[in-house]
C-alpha cells in the first residue's frame, strides 16, 4: 500500500503566496509522475500542474507563471507553490501520485485533499 499525506492550505488574501505539501509513504519503488489536482464547489476536479520522472512539468493555463511544482525524489516529496493567489483559485487540492508499488507495476494514489480559501 501507498499512503499520501498533504499538509499546508489555508486561507490567505489575493495576492498573496501559500505552499502545499505532499509525501508518499509505503511501498514504493518509483513514483513516476506526482500531480496536484483542485476541485471547487460546484466543479469538477481538474488538473493544476504535474511533475513526471525526469522532472518535466505541465501547468494549467490559468496558473502558469504563478504556480510551482518541485518536486524531491530523495524524500518521495512534493510541493505545489502559489502566488499571487486569486478568489478563483479556491479550491480542495489534492496530490496524485502515480507509483510502482511493485517492481513491475502500479497504481495511483490520491491525498486526503488541503482547503485553499483565498478572499478578496
Known amino acids: 500500500q501507498v499512503q499520501l499525506v498533504e499538509s499546508g492550505g489555508g486561507l490567505v488574501q489575493a495576492g498573496g503566496s501559500l505552499g502545499l505539501f505532499c509525501e508518499a509513504s509505503?511501498?514504493?519503488?518509483?513514483?513516476?509522475?506526482f500531480a496536484w489536482y483542485r476541485q471547487a464547489p460546484g466543479k469538477e476536479r481538474e488538473l493544476v500542474a504535474s511533475?513526471?520522472?525526469?522532472?518535466?512539468?505541465n501547468y494549467a493555463d490559468s496558473v502558469r507563471g504563478r504556480f510551482t511544482i518541485p518536486r524531491d525524489n530523495a524524500k518521495n516529496m512534493v510541493s505545489l507553490q502559489m502566488s499571487s493567489l486569486k478568489p478563483e483559485d479556491t479550491a480542495v487540492y489534492f496530490c496524485n501520485a502515480r507509483v510502482y508499488d511493485t517492481p513491475s507495476s502500479w497504481g495511483d494514489y490520491w491525498g486526503q485533499g488541503a482547503q485553499v480559501t483565498v478572499s478578496s
Open positions: 509505503g511501498n514504493i519503488f518509483r513514483i513516476i509522475q
Open positions: 511533475i513526471n520522472a525526469g522532472g518535466g512539468s
